[in-house]
């Protein structure tokens, strides 16, 4: 029998839903990994308890410590902040800085091996912020902590990737991120992830910039200066990319089959296309990271938060998304 | 019994599948109007041997010439073009200039009041470039020929609307189209033509312009400067706004039912939205015109056409669209 990889789940904002897509995700994650949660015991062990769990909080120091089962949660305590009083729905700086000291503590785990990979609940910027902690997202935290320059965030859902050239950044300031160079990039790094994903060179779809993708130049030429010449470049490589296309028409021709991933220019051109095709099902993949790592692709859900409503499926799909790159990275 | 709207449908660039989505559509939109066709006859007659429909066509020079019937598919002709040697799926100057032509004659006919209403099959861009005919699409013909200034194109489906501030223009051109006056006037237009074709007030969601709606200032403060007063003068007038929301969340809240109207910034961002959501059930709706005109909502489909496989739905639903909107410019 292969040994499932050991994989945390940090369990983000605990003012969110983060601790109870654990709890009721948490019978689907035993069959797909050997999960440890990272976090807060104590947070833990009220969201096994609201989600009617029969599963108990067992407290470790080592992510080898005791075997997760049915029964069996184990917590590793990654933060020394007091989050007794901690209400769910709201921000605190105290929740912030955990949902921190959480993913800190993950990352250390997984670069000393100690773990396969990381897959992430969600956190609250404005937490962060509260903290004085000035990350946009996860991903940031992230590439600082493991020293990395080139990475990107990709969306993921029914076998389709995206990912996006810019992302957290103004619309404003998209052009000047926007070179051949950045955008081949971002193409290697699809192909990279979703071959293994797919166990097949992905069809890549580049998206276009411009409306209608410039017209043949009416509308900017982005198209013919950049993109197309990035694409070409990809070709050239031998990677299956094609574009740059209307990006209207080419999510349409995703959910067709007709791509295995799409490279999007900017934040929401890839975001708007996802959430739609795909809502909770959608899986948020760190690309270009020394480390496996996905994420839900859905926020804290404060509005919901507590009543054991959330739906875990974006975890459990985020937990089979890093188990099988856990698998692929550890075999390669 | 109420007398339905007469309604003229050009035939767009007929080397593409605008003859024969009118004629597949042709039973569907007697339920709905008074359909004469603007365009060429022969092609017409082609489209409907092809697609198998008992209707011939009636050459007429007056909109009220014949009553259109299930046998009877009156036709103006609108073009001096010699479109005989038009190759199906293939750009032409000749086409171009042709399709041209067909909404010249509607446009001048219905400002003539000799019908209510234009709904457009597809034309082909570079056909019309092709005949040096330099316009982005439909809507700006037609509002240079209406001498109209203030306008917009409204996709809708399925009951929502989506308007845009910018349209046809590159990325890099949007922002300085971006005033608060520009976007007010859309939420203005928004809420006019949704009230006619919901009979309500509609909830109107605006979109914001940069990822998560900046995130408090974090990315970008178009949202704060320019798109929160423009929502909020909007309100001041009485209009159901809200906003600017982070766009990739708002159309999932939209499809959910929790808004009527949406008012995109940019051409994708409305446009990757509507196409996923509706297909080819989406509609065009020029809005700030002084006369009532609706569109499918794809293009010529130069690869499929011919073939008669191309689905008139969107055609259908741009009719039923027109003729309520024209029975309501009748009753007002």
Redesign the interface.
């Known amino acids: 029998m292969t040994t499932l990889p050991r994989l945390l789940a940090t369990m983000g904002d605990v003012a969110g839903v983060g601790p109870e897509i654990i709890a009721k995700g948490w019978p689907h994650l035993l069959d797909l990994c050997r999960p440890v949660v990272v976090g807060d015991p104590a947070w833990l062990e009220r969201a096994l308890v609201a989600v009617k769990s029969p599963a108990r909080v067992q407290v470790v120091r080592e992510t080898d410590e005791v075997s997760a089962s049915a029964q069996i949660v184990p917590c590793l305590t990654a933060s020394d902040q007091d989050l007794r009083h901690v209400l769910t729905g709201c921000v605190t700086a105290a929740a912030g800085r955990a949902a921190y000291d959480f993913l800190c503590k993950a990352i250390d785990l997984t670069m000393r091996r100690q773990a396969d990979g990381i897959v992430t609940a969600p956190l609250h ?2 937490g962060l ?1 509260a903290a004085s902690l000035h990350y ?1 997202g996860h991903t940031e935290i992230l590439a600082e902590r493991t020293g990395t320059r080139q990475f990107g965030m990709m969306l993921y859902a029914d076998g389709l990737g995206v990912v996006h050239v810019t ?9 000047r991120h926007l070179t051949a160079e950045a955008i081949l990039e971002k193409i290697r790094l699809l192909d990279g992830v979703m071959s293994k994903l797919n166990g097949r060179r992905p069809r890549i779809g580049v998206a276009a ?4 993708a ?3 130049g ?5 198209e013919e200066k950049i993109i197309g010449p990035a694409v070409a470049r990809g070709q050239a490589e031998g990677l299956n990319a094609s574009g740059p296309w209307p ?3 080419l ?2 021709r995703a ?1 067709r089959g007709e791509f295995d991933g799409v490279v999007a220019m ?4 890839g ?7 795909a ?1 909770w099902r959608a899986v948020n993949i760190s690309v270009g990271l020394p480390l496996v790592r996905t994420s839900v692709a859905h926020g804290t859900a404060y509005d919901i938060a507590g009543q054991g409503i959330a739906d875990p499926t974006s975890l459990i799909e985020a937990v089979r998304v890093a188990a099988r790159l856990a698998a692929h990275s550890a075999s390669s």
Do not use: W
């Open positions: 910027k404005e912020r946009p992302l957290h950044m103004g619309l404003r300031e998209v052009f910039l411009n409306p209608h410039s017209d043949g009416l509308f900017g030429d982005d990006c209207d028409t999510f349409v959910r900017y934040h929401d051109q975001h708007i296309a996802m959430k739609l095709l809502g």
